[in-house]
């Protein structure tokens, strides 16, 4: 599979509920670079962001313009990840089974 | 997409920016007719400076804009000459840019050959008539009320 | 411990490639996922070239992306073009990979115009 | 003491690369139309231009990747591909404009008609892009470009009433007999040449190319900020020797022969030569930049091999292809007798209405602490450059309904 196919994707909760799409797919780096299995795939970032976290103000590294921050920063705001183990890949869209309510925002899920 | 739009936006816009209308009615030719004279007289502006310069710039410099200017007045007469007008009294206005027209590109022409020959000293001589048809295009840029 | 998260699409993918000495590979234009690991899925290879850029567009510009690449494959087979992440050995600004320029196969385009096209003009 | 020199340089090369046809066009023809009515579109371009000048360099010294690199990294590859095309086809056009330059700065001397040289322009061009080592040829050619400092020393001549003139650049009202929307035209006109992109592709591009890192933010800075306000200065004193000169006789310029008169007639043969070897060099070293801009912006969307990073050609063969099929185009497209003033008018003014895909990235990228840790865009540059954003989206909006509204002006 290759990572594009995932990242744009609409996600799609078991209860019917849609979670936006998929905007980014979040790696751990388990070992040295140069290993086969460095860069495991933890799971996915789901939410309606799009261009705004592409533009990357989903990040604690953007902190400006305020202009910017202002308006992408809100539409980056509500996003969640989903582990790995919490969701199947379906041909068009992405199953999360996860309880709704477990789901964290990335930044306050730790590696 | 967006690529496509501005691809046949900018074909629109250079069709739209080189196409010139017919006239209709008396006051449009009039309005072109004067227009058609304050191109002209733009271009005598650049031949009274250049008259003024003879001695202060290199010769090539203006042996090419000699020619130029007489280029540029034989394409504004060509492309007023293509208009059709309207009416009776527009054949007279008509008339009288036609004459100042010729009278400015035989002009220019004699310029332009002088120039180009390098006899500098001549081209006082061949520019007498400037002041007269610069006032009659004075005149006809004020046609269009 | 944030350095060890790592995001695909903001922090990979469209970045530029460069061998150890600097030259240019090419951008990471798609990331192969293994599924089948024990361990979970991981990252098995940095995908590059027109190819697998071109799967990413839709329609025409797709066409247009991916065939002058197929056109010019000897082999005429449509698999991008592959670097292992074993090679890769930092990820920045610049995606580093741990081997010279001379240790990895050629880009298609590049060779191909190399040998036909800017080769043959003298001082090439 | 060498570093000095060095930076030294870098400014005097700056000066004479920041003044291209596309400000001499636009600065002579509104001088003449407008008066000083539009300086303070100068004024406003040259600002937005260094914010965003130093910002992409800086970008450049820190994480070694220039403009279109970063614009494809924020926007994406969709949204940078409809850049790549834009950037493309206004930057063939400008080298079409600037390779007409050089050819007309050679018959003005020779009286030979221009489009003869045009081919003999573009082998020259070719291979100083080649082979010939480029940095000395830019280097040459920025210095002679400072010739065009002989309109200061015109306008200077000429003595104007400068009080007059300033109070009608700081008042500036819409001359008689002129529509509103044409006037505003002309003010994206100016702007567009004073913003064009290509300055940045090629600035930041030359930043990695010459290994810019963090100790060179201060020869970014002094290249940026003298050499941009000076080329506005040389753009500045074009329009008002064209208002003081032209713009009573009514002159509609059409012609750089035009643009020369104000020169004769102030400074005589010598300041012509000076003009001509300066608009020579002027329009030469920006047909090298405009070339190099092509090849850079397709190189970095795709990730090929560009600039000195191949010792030879052949290990760039993508990015030279790429070179010598923009050049046969431009001078194709020269070669149709196309007029250049015109090629030119409509370059400068697209550049305008494709403002906000080159710089929008740019301004996100300077202010990621991911990649510029303390030297991201402080409050300073980003108010400045946010303010920028905003006018740059306004033009763009307004850009192409005005050129359809004035017939492009007319």
Same mark, same amino acid.
């Given at each position: 599979m290759r990572i594009t196919d995932l990242i744009g994707k609409p996600a799609v909760h078991d209860d019917g509920t849609a979670l936006g799409t998929v905007q980014d797919v979040r790696l751990v780096r388990e070992g040295p670079y140069g290993e086969a299995a460095g860069l495991r795939v933890d799971g996915v970032i789901v939410g309606k962001g799009g261009a705004a976290v592409r533009l990357g103000y989903?990040?604690?590294?953007?902190?400006?313009?305020?202009?910017?921050?202002?308006?992408?920063?809100?539409?980056?705001?509500?996003?969640?990840?989903?582990?790995?183990?919490?969701?199947?890949?379906?041909?068009?869209?992405?199953?999360?089974?996860?309880?709704?309510?477990?789901?964290?925002?990335?930044r306050e899920v730790g590696p | 997409m967006s690529v496509r739009g501005l691809v046949s936006a900018c074909v629109v816009l250079a069709i739209c920016a080189g196409c010139a209308s017919s006239s209709r009615t008396d006051d449009d030719y009039r309005h072109k007719v004067a227009n058609t004279a304050e191109t002209l007289n733009g271009v005598l502006g650049t031949v009274e400076l250049a008259l003024k310069v003879t001695t202060r710039a290199p010769a090539p410099f203006l042996s090419v804009t000699f020619a130029e200017a007489d280029d540029d007045a034989s394409a504004t007469a060509s492309n007023f000459d293509a208009i059709q007008p309207p009416s009776a009294a527009a054949d007279r206005l008509r008339e009288q840019l036609d004459q100042v027209m010729q009278g400015t590109v035989s002009m220019l022409d004699d310029l332009r050959i002088a120039a180009r020959r390098n006899r500098m000293a001549e081209l006082a001589d061949l520019a007498k008539p400037l002041r007269s048809l610069q006032d009659k295009l004075d005149k006809l840029e004020g046609v269009a009320g | 411990m944030a350095d060890q998260i790592l995001y695909a699409g903001r922090q990979l993918l469209d970045r530029q490639i460069a061998t150890s000495e600097g030259r240019s590979v090419g951008k990471v234009d798609d990331l192969e996922i293994d599924l089948d690991q024990p361990g979970g899925p991981v990252v098995a290879a940095l995908l590059t070239g027109q190819i697998a850029l071109g799967a990413r567009f839709r329609g025409r510009l797709s066409v247009w992306v991916t065939s002058?690449?197929?056109?010019?494959?000897?082999?005429?087979?449509?698999?991008?073009?592959?670097?292992?992440?074993?090679?890769?050995?930092?990820?920045?600004?610049?995606?580093?990979?741990?081997?010279?320029?001379?240790?990895?196969?050629?880009?298609?385009?590049?060779?191909?115009l190399a040998e036909h096209f800017i080769g043959r003009i003298p001082g090439a | 003491m060498k570093k000095l020199l060095q930076i030294a340089l870098g400014v005097l090369t700056a000066i004479g690369g920041f003044v291209d046809i596309g400000d001499f066009v636009t600065s002579a023809v509104v001088g003449a139309r407008f008066g000083m009515s539009l300086a303070w579109a100068i004024l406003v371009g040259t600002l937005g231009i260094v914010v965003y000048?130093?910002?992409?360099?800086?970008?450049?010294?820190?994480?070694?990747?220039?403009?279109?690199?970063?614009?494809?990294?924020?926007?994406?590859?969709?949204?940078?591909?409809?850049?790549?095309?834009?950037?493309?086809?206004?930057?063939?056009?400008?080298?079409?404009?600037?390779?007409?330059?050089?050819?007309?700065?050679?018959?003005?001397?020779?009286?030979?008609?221009?489009?003869?040289?045009?081919?003999?322009?573009?082998?020259?061009?070719?291979?100083?892009?080649?082979?010939?080592?480029?940095?000395?040829?830019?280097?040459?050619?920025?210095?002679?470009?400072?010739?065009?400092?002989?309109?200061?020393?015109?306008?200077?001549?000429?003595?104007?009433?400068?009080?007059?003139?300033?109070?009608?650049a700081s008042h500036p009202t819409v001359p008689q007999g002129e529509g509103h929307p044409t006037w505003w035209y002309y003010a994206i006109g100016l702007f567009g040449a004073a913003m064009t992109p290509y300055e940045v592709f090629f600035f930041s591009s030359g930043a990695v190319e010459e290994r810019w890192g963090r100790q060179d933010l201060i020869t970014n800075r002094l290249n940026v900020f003298v050499g941009f306000p000076l080329g506005a200065a040389i753009s500045l004193s074009i329009m008002a020797c064209s208002a003081l000169v032209l713009g009573p006789l009514h002159v509609e310029v059409s012609h750089v022969s035009q643009v020369g008169l104000p020169i004769a007639l102030a400074l005589g043969k010598l300041g012509v030569a000076a003009m001509l070897v300066g608009f020579f060099a002027a329009?030469?070293?920006?047909?090298?930049?405009?070339?190099?801009?092509?090849?850079?912006?397709?190189?970095?969307?795709?990730?090929?091999?560009?600039?000195? *990073?191949?010792?030879?050609?052949?290990?760039?063969?993508?990015?030279?292809? /790429?070179? @010598?099929?923009?050049?046969? +185009?431009?001078? #194709?497209?020269?070669?149709?007798?196309?007029?250049?003033?015109?090629?030119?008018?409509?370059?400068?003014?697209?550049?305008?209405?494709?403002?906000?895909?080159?710089?929008?990235?740019?301004?996100?990228?300077?202010?990621?602490?991911?990649?510029?840790?303390?030297?991201?865009?402080?409050?300073?540059?980003?108010?400045? *450059?946010?303010?920028?954003?905003?006018?740059?989206?306004?033009?763009?909006? /307004?850009? @192409?309904?005005?050129?359809? +509204?004035?017939? #492009?002006?007319?």
């Open positions: 989903a990040s604690p590294d953007l902190t400006g313009p305020w202009l910017l921050t202002a308006v992408l920063g809100r539409r980056a705001r509500h996003a969640l990840f989903v582990p790995w183990s919490e969701l199947t890949v379906e041909d068009e869209r992405l199953l999360v089974h996860a309880v709704r309510d477990s789901l964290r925002h990335p | - | 002058i690449a197929q056109r010019l494959r000897a082999s005429g087979d449509l698999e991008p073009r592959r670097l292992d992440i074993r090679l890769v050995s930092s990820v920045a600004a610049t995606v580093t990979l741990r081997v010279p320029h001379g240790d990895l196969p050629p880009a298609d385009l590049e060779a191909w | 000048a130093e910002m992409s360099g800086r970008v450049a010294a820190l994480t070694k990747r220039a403009v279109f690199d970063v614009v494809r990294e924020r926007l994406g590859v969709r949204f940078a591909m409809a850049n790549l095309f834009s950037a493309y086809f206004i930057n063939l056009l400008t080298l079409t404009a600037e390779l007409a330059g050089v050819a007309i700065a050679i018959e003005l001397a020779t009286s030979v008609n221009y489009l003869l040289w045009v081919p003999i322009v573009g082998l020259v061009v070719w291979l100083v892009v080649w082979k010939l080592p480029f940095e000395v040829m830019e280097n040459a050619f920025g210095m002679l470009g400072l010739c065009l400092l002989v309109f200061i020393i015109a306008l200077w001549q000429l003595g104007p009433d400068w009080s007059g003139m300033l109070d009608h329009t030469f070293g920006a047909s090298l930049e405009t070339l190099l801009s092509a090849g850079y912006t397709f190189a970095q969307y795709f990730g090929w091999t560009w600039g000195k *990073a191949a010792s030879r050609p052949r290990e760039a063969s993508r990015f030279q292809t /790429v070179l @010598l099929i923009s050049l046969f +185009a431009a001078m #194709a497209l020269a070669l149709t007798t196309i007029d250049p003033v015109k090629v030119t008018e409509y370059s400068v003014v697209l550049s305008a209405a494709a403002l906000p895909l080159t710089y929008f990235p740019i301004l996100v990228i300077a202010n990621d602490r991911g990649y510029m840790g303390d030297k991201a865009n402080g409050w300073f540059s980003n108010t400045i *450059a946010t303010g920028y954003l905003v006018i740059i989206v306004a033009v763009t909006l /307004v850009t @192409l309904p005005l050129m359809i +509204a004035t017939k #492009a002006g007319m």
